[in-house]
């Protein structure tokens, strides 16, 4: 079970840090990554870590503005979200797979979201 938090409204510019709490697996067995979807937009790729945090991807809109890490000991991943923007705002999901590639294709553990709302 993946359990999202830190949602929430802020006004451009500012920042919030989302956080993705895993249960009931060996969270360092799965890479992980950080989706995002706006209303009526399909989902998109926002981040991702691999199982041992060595190595991230980002998509070009977020990159240099977001940072995503994970603690393999608490069984936890972040996002940091930097200079948010109004073309920000969506419902944030985590999700943990055995590759990157798979999350992706939606395959995986999915959270249930988390909104995320930038005021201009």
């Known amino acids: 079970q993946l359990v999202e938090s830190g949602g929430g409204l802020v006004q451009a510019g500012g920042s919030l840090r989302l956080s993705c709490a895993a249960s009931?697996?060996?969270?360092?067995?799965?890479?992980v990554g950080w989706f995002r979807q706006a209303p009526g937009k399909e989902r998109e790729f926002v981040a991702a870590i691999t199982k041992n945090g060595e190595t991230t991807y980002y998509a070009g809109s977020v990159e240099g503005r977001f940072t995503i890490a994970r603690d393999n000991a608490k069984s936890t991943s972040s996002l940091q979200m930097n200079s948010l923007k109004p073309e920000d705002t969506a419902v944030y999901s985590c999700?943990?797979?055995?590759?990157?590639?798979?999350?992706?294709?939606?395959?995986?553990?999915w959270g249930q979201g988390t909104q995320v709302t930038v005021s201009s």
């Open positions: 999700a943990a797979g055995l590759a990157i590639e798979w999350l992706k294709k939606g395959l995986g553990l």
């Open positions: 009931g697996r060996t969270f360092n067995d799965y890479a």
